[in-house]
C-alpha cells in the first residue's frame, strides 16, 4: 500500500496539531524552512520555502505585525464571502515536496482542496487556520532531509548542467 493511501486513512486519533514555530535556514544551503512543532516541543515538521515564500510566510505568521501583505486582500475577500479555512492536514511527499489537503467550508458546504505546502502556507496562516500532520509523516520528513542534506552536494552541479550560463 502507497504511503498516501496509508495517511489517507489515518483517522482524527492519529493526527497531532502542530503550531508555527519560526524560520531558519537549511544545513549545507541557503534554502529557508518554516518550522512547525506540536505542543509538547517533541515533533518538528520543516517545510521548505523560496524566499519570497519565507519572507510571507514570515509576515502572515506574526501576530503582532503591522506590515501588510499580499494576503490581506484574499483574506478580506474570502472572510467576506463566508469561506473559513478549518485546518490544513500536512500528510504527503511527492518528490520533494509536501502536500496538504486544506478542509475549507463556504456557505454550509464543507470540502477539501488539495495544495503543496509551501504554496498554501502563507494564506493558511493568515486565515489562523490550525494544521496537523501526523507522527509518521513527521518521521518521514526526517528521512527526506537527511536524504537531502547527504545529497546537497550535488545540488550545485545538477543546477549547472540544467541552467547553463549561456542562451541557445
Not at 80 to 104: C, P, S, T
Request: proline share 5%.
Amino acid at each position: 500500500m502507497n504511503e498516501k493511501i496509508q495517511n489517507e486513512l489515518k483517522g482524527p486519533k492519529e493526527w497531532v496539531e502542530i503550531f508555527p514555530y519560526g524560520l531558519t535556514l537549511a544545513l549545507n544551503s541557503r534554502e529557508p524552512l518554516f518550522l512547525f512543532k506540536d505542543h509538547s516541543e517533541k515533533y518538528v515538521l520543516p517545510i521548505h520555502l523560496d524566499q519570497h515564500e519565507a519572507e510571507l510566510a514570515l509576515h502572515c505568521f506574526r501576530k503582532n505585525n503591522s506590515t501588510e501583505t499580499s494576503m490581506e486582500l484574499p483574506k478580506s475577500l474570502l472572510k467576506r464571502v463566508g469561506m473559513n479555512f478549518k485546518r490544513a492536514i500536512i500528510n504527503e511527499v511527492a518528490g520533494h515536496h509536501q502536500y496538504m489537503v486544506l478542509e475549507i467550508e463556504f456557505n454550509g458546504v464543507k470540502f477539501e482542496e488539495r495544495v503543496r505546502a509551501d504554496h498554501g502556507l502563507s494564506i493558511c496562516l493568515r486565515m489562523d487556520c490550525p494544521f496537523y500532520t501526523t507522527v509518521g509523516h513527521v518521521r518521514k520528513m526526517r528521512e527526506v532531509q537527511s536524504d537531502v542534506e547527504r545529497n546537497a552536494w550535488a545540488k550545485p552541479v545538477v543546477d549547472s548542467i540544467n541552467n547553463p550560463n549561456y542562451l541557445n
